[in-house]
């Protein structure tokens, strides 16, 4: 059967073709994807081409289907999988494999295989790592938002703390500590806002940094610090490009110590720099943004990692049961993903809106893969209503929900947008 698919052919050249899928093999799966939200990891790829660890040398001749934060319907099922998954059930992708030490991954490696189509194939791998897993949700761009929230959620497992006196590392935040968040207002930081206020144990101080009002006021307003403080947390916003000494006045915010936790969601490094500098006694920076050159370095204090005990940890994706969880919560209604996107678009626009991902800053842009529609700002909705009666529909619909992108604004383009 046929599939269009948005290709990777070599750095920064990204095209939209409709060509022939094969049979598929009794140990792969066919699926019917709808939606995919692009990850500024698949921006990487693009730009590194095959110099990317994930992709392919030879994508000139055999290109490569972008895009890994993906959900949809199981189309066909192989013989050797018939026992385990059924045609028509909605699933949600964990693309981070380790299959017998390889980097191959979906939306990085393979011909057949990657979340910017209409239609793909799974290879055997996804299955027998068990991480093409059922979703039980309603709306499909929650299971795809799964898997940008099971980084986070990852990110959060991999940090820790020590006892002193002992070896034992003690994983995951500490519990009622203090945490910041730096150039934490962009979409990833946004859901781990989320996830951080959800926890037990939530910090008892989470200060959240930006260097752009407009996102930081999106945020306090997804966020509201009153209603924070209700449930035992002090949650700050502050634009650090207002002020002349950040580390000093982030210490002042922190009771004039440091603190527990930092995570960094820029690589930058003066903001690395800044986020060592406001470690406490056994605190622990996570390098959450992965960086494009591979020479990135910032400087780093050794004398308090070795007197103060401070610690950096680093990690990219996250597991089956970081995925498991985030679509957990997300089903229980713990954290709320839809924060994370301010624009909505079908398949035709998603190469250029990858291909331009950095130069417009902006929260997750999520993509219809069945559907033609340009790359929209939630925003922009009233706007165009003007033009198109159905933009009005989906800003009402939006509204019900703080301005966020929700199910019932999904199942209305579904069904009014035209095909791809």
Not at 106 to 122: E, K, L, N, V, W
Not at 227 to 254: W, Y
Not at 273 to 289: H, P, R, T, Y
Request: glycine residues 10%.
């Amino acid at each position: 059967m046929k599939t269009k698919a948005v290709r990777l052919y070599g750095k920064m050249d990204l095209r939209l073709e409709e060509f022939e899928l094969p049979e598929i093999q009794d140990d792969e799966i066919l699926v019917k994807i709808i939606t995919d939200s692009i990850c500024m990891s698949t921006y990487k790829a693009a730009k590194l081409g095959s110099d990317h660890k994930r992709v392919p040398k030879n994508i000139a001749q055999e290109p490569i289907i972008v895009g890994h934060e993906t959900a949809g319907i199981i189309e066909k099922v192989g013989a050797k999988w018939a026992h385990r998954y059924k045609v028509g059930a909605k699933f949600a992708l964990q693309p981070a494999l380790n299959y017998k030490g390889s980097m191959a991954s979906p939306g990085y490696s393979y011909r057949y295989c990657g979340g910017a189509a209409t239609y793909a194939i799974m290879p055997h791998e996804v299955m027998e790592l068990d991480c093409l897993l059922e979703y039980k949700g309603d709306a499909f761009f929650m299971a795809s938002l799964a898997e940008p929230m099971s980084c986070i959620i990852g990110a959060f497992h991999a940090s820790y703390h020590t006892t002193m006196g002992s070896y034992e590392h003690k994983m995951g935040t500490l519990p009622g500590g203090t945490m910041a968040i730096l150039a934490g207002a962009g979409p990833m930081g946004l859901g781990a806002i989320s996830y951080a206020l959800q926890l037990e144990h939530r910090p008892r101080r989470l200060v959240v940094t930006d260097i752009d009002d407009g996102r930081l006021a999106r945020a306090a307003s997804l966020f509201p610090p009153a209603e924070q403080k209700k449930r035992g947390v002090d949650l700050v916003f502050i634009n650090t490009a207002t002020i002349s000494d950040p580390v000093a006045r982030l210490i002042e915010l922190n009771e004039g110590t440091g603190y527990d936790d930092v995570f960094v969601f820029a690589p930058v490094a003066p903001v690395v720099e800044q986020g060592d500098a406001i470690l406490g006694k056994d605190g622990c920076l996570n390098f959450f943004a992965g960086p494009v050159d591979s020479q990135f370095s910032a400087k780093v204090n050794f004398y308090n990692i070795h007197y103060g005990a401070t610690h950096i940890v680093g990690t990219t994706g996250g597991n089956t049961d970081d995925m498991r969880e985030a679509l957990s919560l997300s089903e229980q209604g713990r954290i709320n993903p839809a924060v994370m996107v301010t624009h909505v678009g079908g398949l035709d626009s998603a190469a250029e809106a990858t291909l331009h991902l950095p130069d417009k800053p902006a929260g997750k842009k999520l993509v219809y893969t069945g559907i033609s529609m340009p790359m929209t700002a939630i925003t922009d909705f009233k706007q165009l209503e003007e033009t198109d009666a159905r933009y009005a529909r989906l800003a009402v619909l939006c509204d019900k929900y703080q301005g966020l992108w929700n199910a019932e604004a999904e199942q209305y383009l579904l069904e009014h947008w035209p095909a791809i």
